[in-house]
Structures are given as C-alpha cells and as structure tokens.
C-alpha cells in the first residue's frame, strides 16, 4: 500500500465507525452503514464535530470545512475525505 | 523592554440588567427539550432599549477605574474596544468609552475585530504596549450587544449580552502571562459572521469544527514553543471560549484525546471516565458566569476566567491554559499564573452578586425587549431614547449603582447620559 494514497475507502469508513464509537459509546457499531447521517445515528452538532475533527487528524486529511455539510451520509464524508487526502 | 511580569492586573464583568431563563426561552420558542442538557444553559443576559456597546463597555470598566488612584488611571495609554457590534466604519466604540470613563487625553484609542477572538488580539497588542512602556497600563474591554432571536434557534438561549474590562499592566494581580508562551491557528473560515449591523448568519457544525481545528492546531504550536508543556500536568485549570458549555466539554475532550489521554482516540469508556473527572476538576469551575449570562463573544473567554478565579478563591497561584477562538477564523491557546490576589482583586467587583441581581424577565417582557437591542446597532441619523420608560424593570434590579444610558442620537453623533441609582422617578 503507498503511504499518500493507499487508504482504502473501507479503512476511512471503519476510521470513522471508531471515532463515532469512541465519541458516543452508546451507539451499536454494526449501526453505522454507509447509507446513515451522524445526525439520523444519534450524534448531536457537538458529537459530530469531535468525530469529524478526530478522523481527519488521524487519516491527516486536509479537507475543507467549506465542504463539510451536515446532511452527508457516512459514505459521503469517507468519499470526500479520499478525495483529499 | 523590561522582565517584569505583564498581565491582567484587575478585571470587571457587566453582564446587563436583565435575564430570562434558558428553560422559559425553551418553552416559549418550543425548542426541544430534550437537547436542553447538551447546551448546558441556565440563563441569559438581555440588554434594555438604552443599552449599547458603549454602555455596556462603561458599565463593566468604570466600576474597575473607581478602585484605581488618580496616578493608576492617567497612566493608561491605550484603550482598545474589542466588539463585533461596531456602531461605525471610522469611529471607533472606543472613542465614546474615553469620553465616558474620563480618562486622560493622552491615550491612543482602538478598535479590534475578529468576532471572538479580538479581545485576546487586544490583550496581546495591551502587553506589548505595555512592555515597551515601562510604568503604562492599557484598558482592553471586550463589548457586544447580541442579535440573537427565533432566527438563532438553539443558539437564541445560549447568547448573552454584556461586556468584560481588563486592565493591563505590570506586576499584575490577577494573571500573569507567561512570557513566549503561546501559540496560535488562524485560517478563512465562513462558519459565522455579520455582514449587516441587523443579521448573524451561522453554520453550527462548520463552526463546532472550526473551533476544535482550531483547538489542536494553536495547542501543537503552544506546544512546539514550550517543549515542556503536559497538558494533564501543567495547567491547574483550563479556559475556553465558552459559547455554550456543551461546546467547552467537546474541546476539552478533544484536547484530552489528543495531546494528554493515555490511548489516543480509540480510547474506551475507562478513558473517557478519566476524562469526564479532569473535565470536573480544572474545567467545570470556568462555567458558572458563562451558564448564567451566555456566550460574550470575545468577552467570553474572560468571563469565565472571572468564574473560575470567584469559584476556586485561589488562595495560592494556579496555571491556566487558555483558548481563544474567534470565528471566521483566528485563535490562540496561552497559559499564564492566576495569581494569589486574584481572588481579592475579583471580589471587590461583586460579579456574581450583580449577575444574580439582574431583573428575570418572563418570555413576553423578553419579546418586547429583543427588538430594541438590533435597533441599537443599525445606524439613524436621529432618535429619542428615554431610559425612564423603562422604570419598572430598572426598580426591580436592586444595588445597580450608577449606569451610563444611551439618550439620542443625533446626525449620527450618540449621545449618552448617567442614570443615578434612586433617580428613576421623574
């Protein structure tokens, strides 16, 4: 695997399912699909921004905050975070 | 230069004359309940029909230059408003507190801007002031009359009105900054911002992110300066921009999962019990005047430095690390020594007793207020206010002391008046 682009879109998801796990330890891991929001998840705005801030530390993704919406699914955040990573 | 230590020297809080509490704004808004806890409100101030950035900026320093000998007070030479309520495109909120609190002519006079973080900007400009002015001090007074309305949603209970003063100088008695020690993270954001005097406009999560980058970016650099730093070891106590409490637990978290807990971010519930106990132990102290008054913008950050210092009444000096973080986007992470007179200087203010004082205000009194405060910050050319309209709420605010009232405006120029205690009958 490269070291720059090598991530593959089921790691940043699974990044994202742990950082979710580890802000908010009441929600089940097996109910974080591709197809949810945060939001619907059970994740307030201030649960959302200490998941998203932690993931993109961890990957050191550079993402615009311009980019970032509230209403994105799971998959979408990992899509946007390959793409600038 | 010189080595002498350069700080806050004394500080004062005017958190207005009137509040409505945050459960009372929840039912009448009909906001739900259940995301009550998560804001972790109690409280917020409400400015009257008189009351402007000027007022409030004289409000909250006068009663802090009353303490100070005639020699203290002409040896300030630099007066920086810091808002991002501003009045004018040229003339400065600074230039009415000068004429208010009567201070010498022989001061420069400033306004700063960088939503909530302009006042730690002009605290910052204050010491370097000071520092290359032996024997000089310099008032930074952070000021801002709120917009928040419905228009705000959640964000309406969790805004405040006010202003907070500090008095910079040598041999400060309330905190002592460390020299070198800071470190800063700026970046354009648009999370929030006002583009006309009448309309916030907010991204929630754009801005919660923005506050948290922000957060580990001017701590690495704090950091990277001060090699030796632990953030579990070094600070006795932790202050943040406190928009909201919810907000501060999130940052802490964050800072602790970063820099200080054991197992990084996927660390489990063991972790996060750790982190909850240093949260109640350094942190929790900050939020008393901020759950009862709301955010005060770049006032914010002081304000609970004022609620830590009148909870814990150090008796010894503590360290405190320090955020600011102002949208749009600036921030800076500093640290400094509460100093054992910092709970002396503090309490001859009276903060918490002029704070618990304040008149409750029910949701339809509330209403009727809110408009006046946008109507304070859009210019005309002329207008009438008469402070003693407002009599019966001003009698229920018992030891309000002596209060400057914005009275007219005219071709633009305001023009402002003392309201004596006891003298609200015509």
């Not at chain 2, 007074?141 to 964000?155: E, G, H, P, Q």
Request: glycine content about 8%; charged content about 25%; overall charge negative.
């Amino acid at each position: 695997m490269s070291d720059t682009t090598g991530l593959t879109h089921d790691e940043i998801l699974r990044t994202i399912r742990r950082h979710t796990v580890a802000v908010v330890p009441e929600i089940d891991s097996a109910r974080i699909v591709p197809e949810r929001t945060l939001d619907e998840l059970g994740c307030n705005s201030i649960d959302r921004a200490e998941i998203l801030t932690g993931v993109l530390e961890e990957l050191d993704v550079d993402l615009p905050l311009e980019k970032l919406t509230s209403g994105a699914t799971v998959e979408e955040l990992a899509r946007l975070m390959g793409e600038h990573r | 230069m010189n080595d002498r230590p350069i700080g806050i020297d004394a500080m004062n809080v005017y958190g207005g004359l009137a509040r409505i509490a945050a459960r009372d704004l929840f039912a009448g808004r009909g906001l739900d309940p259940e995301r009550f806890d998560n804001l972790g409100m109690a409280a917020r101030s409400v400015a009257l029909p008189f009351e402007d950035p000027v007022t409030h900026a004289v409000n909250a320093a006068a009663p802090l230059l009353a303490g100070l000998s005639a020699e203290d007070r002409d040896s300030i030479g630099f007066l920086i408003t810091a808002t991002e309520s501003g009045l004018d495109y040229s003339k400065s909120v600074a230039s009415y507190v000068h004429a208010h609190l009567g201070l010498s002519p022989a001061v420069r006079l400033l306004e700063a801007k960088q939503a909530c973080f302009a006042a730690t900007a002009a605290l910052r400009l204050a010491a370097g002031y000071v520092a290359a002015e032996p024997g000089a001090k310099a008032l930074v007074i952070a000021t801002d009359v709120a917009l928040a309305d419905a228009r705000a949603s959640y964000a309406e209970p969790a805004t405040g009105t006010g202003a907070v003063a500090l008095l910079v100088g040598e041999e400060p008695r309330v905190l002592a900054l460390d020299p070198g020690a800071t470190g800063a993270h700026s970046f354009e954001v648009q999370d929030t911002a006002r583009p006309t005097p009448d309309r916030d406009i907010a991204d929630v999560d754009r801005s919660l992110l923005a506050y948290l980058e922000c957060l580990v970016g001017a701590y690495g650099d704090y950091r990277a300066r001060v090699p030796e730093a632990d953030v579990t070891g070094t600070f006795d106590l932790l202050v943040f921009h406190t928009p909201f409490s919810g907000m501060v637990k999130a940052a802490h978290r964050r800072l602790m999962r970063e820099f200080g807990a054991p197992d990084g971010p996927s660390a489990g519930p063991a972790d996060r019990r750790w982190i909850d106990e240093d949260f109640a132990r350094r942190v929790a102290p900050s939020l008393c005047y901020p759950d009862v008054v709301g955010n005060l913008f770049s006032g914010s950050l002081y304000l609970a430095l004022a609620g830590a210092i009148d909870t814990l009444r150090p008796q010894g000096e503590l360290r405190a690390g320090l955020f600011s973080y102002g949208s749009g986007c600036s921030s800076e992470f500093f640290s400094g020594v509460v100093r054992d007179t910092a709970a002396g200087t503090l309490a001859a203010m009276d903060i918490a007793g002029r704070l618990d004082r304040r008149a409750d205000l029910t949701f339809a009194e509330y209403e009727e207020l809110l408009p006046h405060s946008t109507s304070s910050l859009v210019p005309v050319a002329d207008r009438d206010i008469d402070p003693y309209a407002w009599k019966d709420l001003l009698d229920r605010v018992p030891d309000r002391g002596r209060l400057l009232a914005l009275t007219s405006v005219k071709d633009h120029h305001r023009h402002y008046d003392w309201i004596a205690e006891g003298t609200t009958a015509r």
